[in-house]
């Protein structure tokens, strides 16, 4: 089992900057991908960045050049650094891993509990 604390998020200002933060506990031993995802009331849930176990990295066109993903494996954390907000970045942001298992030999998908982002304009 894997455990997706989240963090950050709250109300920001047009123009201003947020971080999200997601760690991670449990099982890890290894991590497929992982990313952070975003959702607004009747859509889809979106995803904003991911990046694979290898490193390679995407970004929802609508968020590249403002926001950047990265990790801290020491501490088994991700971050979301969200700068220039929008208010279309609006939306409950989850942060989500893929990760293996060695005991039950397949691999699953992973959530957090979700935080809300509300930009102002």
């Known amino acids: 089992q894997v455990q997706l604390m989240e963090s950050g998020g709250g109300l920001g200002q047009a123009g201003g900057s947020l971080r999200l933060s997601c760690a991670a506990s449990?099982?890890?031993?290894?991590?497929?991908?992982m990313g952070w995802y975003r959702q607004i009331p009747g859509k889809q849930r979106v995803l904003v960045a991911k990046?694979?176990?290898?490193?390679?990295?995407t970004y929802l066109d609508s968020v590249k050049g403002r926001f950047t993903m990265s990790r801290d494996n020491a501490k088994n954390t991700m971050y979301l650094q969200m700068n220039m907000l929008k208010p279309e970045d609006t939306a409950v942001y989850y942060c989500?891993?893929?990760?293996?298992?060695?005991?039950?030999?397949?691999?699953?998908?992973?959530w957090g509990q979700g935080t809300q982002v509300t930009v102002s304009s």
């Open positions: 989500n891993v893929n990760v293996y298992s060695q005991v039950q030999m397949r691999s699953d998908d992973y």
């Open positions: 449990g099982s890890l031993f290894r991590i497929n991908h």
């Open positions: 990046v694979t176990g290898a490193g390679s990295t």
